[in-house]
């Protein structure tokens, strides 16, 4: 095995009959990087209770502590920590129950993190997560602890999933919701006395700024990230998660102003500690960032952009914070988006020098989004490229010379072949096995549809440019806009849920566009009302969804549209 570089099979093949039958001995030797992980976390040490054993037994973790420098090395890591800490976890004695408690919590935040890989079975891992989450809650000695807080932080992110697909979770999370809200107001010395469920003077006195600070920011951000993920309330959710952007910042200020003359011994705790604080700061970023994003996708006119920017400047902060940590697997989905928010920032600009400047960024920091999430998995790198970072290039080649143009396009059409490669071979029609949406995998169909439109239109200037000969021209046009044709009809396919009907609106009147430009070129009269008629429903279909909404831009667009279609069709 060359172990300058693992290959997502490889990573795989040396876990995944592990990962699903449990642990066994000796995995982490079959890698040289990794140090015998048994080992490393059972290593008997004098500790205190409390902050100092979480951050003891999180150290001893490789994926939590270990600089990825291999494409797919999170994946194995992710692989080698789980079997560790449940061998560890059958070692310990029933009356290590902190111990213990500080495993599951850890186990918990390996599952969440876990990356996709193709036999990825995202109902599995919740199931799990979920499971040692409660169980590092329930094995915590108080609630004003880290493996408390950690359990019912990935509880609170885990179950808006779960309740889809069992509503028996339904009770768990308002169970989660108002637990995590009665600690805060037991932290937090401003908020009212009348919502305090916990007798818990002598533990509150125990407790740091410090600790205080983490444990009310990770409890705003799993509040307001379940109201985002299973109401799909965003104001609430906007309320809790700027609650815990600013717990976070006082965080921040209050790690500048500790003592920096720590015992030496202390040192690499410290180190651990900020790089962790840091890597779940950048998560309530981006989950700010995500409902900022939300909330512009329900409204139109200038308030789009407002909130765009917004999310992009959320965005760009996760991004700041994931760098300063090892868990930075959000970092490389903040650069991703990042990247998708200056795209369609040029829509905006009506500067051809500056449009071509926001998307020469856009593909730089595209690229630097696909070099670190391919750190945990290329498969992961792969399905964003094509879902995001292939509409970036396609938008540059507009832009560029001729040389330069190919040289974007290939690239585009690279990114986008790979992540629809993954989406067909993966079945994800219904969300598929990843830790990514049903929404991501229609955009790389819908991005396709787009970029084969473009192809039609670039055809077209070079018949009307180069006097060509037109039979073959018309031909090369034709098979462009069927493809993007295609492409659009399949987006809808992922495009479901409720929450995505504003790009079933997106896809239907591109559709529409395609039917109308498609028609003009087609000699055969029959072919020709086939397509006006599909282009006649896709614009009614985008036209009630409007309506339903109140997308009053939308519905203008498609009447226009209908109405050439009539006339076309008359």
Not at 105 to 118: G, I, M, N
Not at 486 to 500: C, G, M, T, V, W
Not at 506 to 525: F, H, K, M, P, R
Request: glycine share 4%; proline share 1%.
């Amino acid at each position: 095995m060359d172990h300058n570089k693992l290959s997502l099979d490889s990573a795989i093949s040396q876990y995944e009959s592990h990962f699903c039958q449990g642990a066994s001995k000796g995995m982490s030797e079959n890698l040289q990087y990794l140090q015998p992980l048994g080992e490393k976390i059972g290593r008997k040490e004098q500790l205190c209770s409390g902050s100092e054993l979480f951050f003891s037994l999180y150290c001893k973790v490789p994926l939590f502590t270990t600089v990825l420098k291999k494409p797919n090395e999170g994946l194995a890591l992710s692989f080698a920590s789980k079997i560790a800490l449940e061998e560890q976890l059958e070692k310990y004695s029933k009356a290590s129950t902190e111990e213990i408690a500080v495993s599951h919590a850890l186990l918990a935040l390996v599952h969440w993190l876990f990356p996709s890989y193709p036999k990825f079975n995202r109902n599995k891992i919740a199931r799990v997560m979920f499971k040692h989450a409660l169980e590092a809650m329930n094995l915590s000695k108080t609630p004003f602890s880290e493996s408390y807080i950690i359990g019912l932080f990935i509880t609170l992110r885990i179950l808006p999933f779960l309740v889809k697909t069992n509503k028996t979770y339904s009770v768990e999370i308002s169970k989660s919701r108002k637990s995590a809200l009665s600690l805060v107001s037991n932290l937090d010395s401003e908020s009212s006395p009348a919502t305090k469920e916990y007798s818990s003077a002598e533990e509150m006195k125990q407790l740091s700024s410090e600790q205080k600070a983490f444990f009310i920011a990770s409890l705003y951000d799993a509040v307001g990230f379940s109201f985002l993920k299973l109401e799909r309330n965003e104001d609430i959710a906007l309320n809790y998660l700027e609650r815990s952007v600013q717990a976070f910042s006082h965080l921040e200020r209050i790690l500048l102003s500790q003592d920096k003359s720590e015992e030496a011994g202390k040192e690499f705790f410290r180190g651990a500690r900020r790089s962790f604080y840091s890597a779940l700061a950048s998560v309530a970023w981006w989950d700010l960032g995500y409902c900022h994003e939300a909330l512009a996708d329900k409204i139109e006119g200038e308030e789009v952009r407002n909130l765009t920017e917004k999310a992009k400047m959320d965005y760009e902060k996760s991004y700041a914070l994931a760098k300063q940590a090892t868990l930075n697997y959000y970092g490389g989905l903040s650069a991703c988006a990042i990247a998708a928010l200056l795209e369609a920032e040029s829509e905006y600009e009506s500067r051809r020098k500056k449009t071509l400047a926001i998307l020469k960024k856009a593909v730089t920091i595209g690229e630097e989004s696909l070099t670190k999430l391919s750190l945990w998995s290329t498969y992961d790198s792969d399905l964003l490229g094509g879902s995001w970072v292939a509409a970036c290039y396609g938008r540059l080649a507009d832009y560029s010379s001729t040389r330069l143009k190919h040289k974007y396009i290939r690239r585009s059409l690279n990114l986008a072949k790979r992540a629809e490669s993954l989406a067909v071979k993966g079945g994800m029609s219904n969300g598929g096995r990843g830790r990514f949406t049903a929404a991501q995998v229609g955009h790389i169909f819908y991005r396709n549809s787009i970029y084969y439109r473009q192809l039609a239109r670039n055809a077209k200037t070079s018949l009307d440019s180069k006097r060509l000969e037109a039979t073959r021209e018309c031909k090369l046009i034709i098979s462009h806009l069927k493809n993007s044709l295609e492409y659009a009809l399949r987006s809808r396919i992922y495009y479901k849920a409720q929450q995505f009907h504003n790009y079933v609106v997106d896809s239907s009147l591109l559709a529409g566009e395609v039917c109308y430009e498609l028609q003009s070129y087609l000699t055969s009269e029959e072919e020709k009302k086939s397509y006006v008629s599909l282009g006649k429903k896709m614009c009614l279909q985008a036209q009630v969804i409007s309506q339903k909404n109140d997308w009053n831009q939308r519905v203008a667009e498609s009447n226009w549209l209908r109405a050439q279609m009539l006339d076309t069709g008359s």
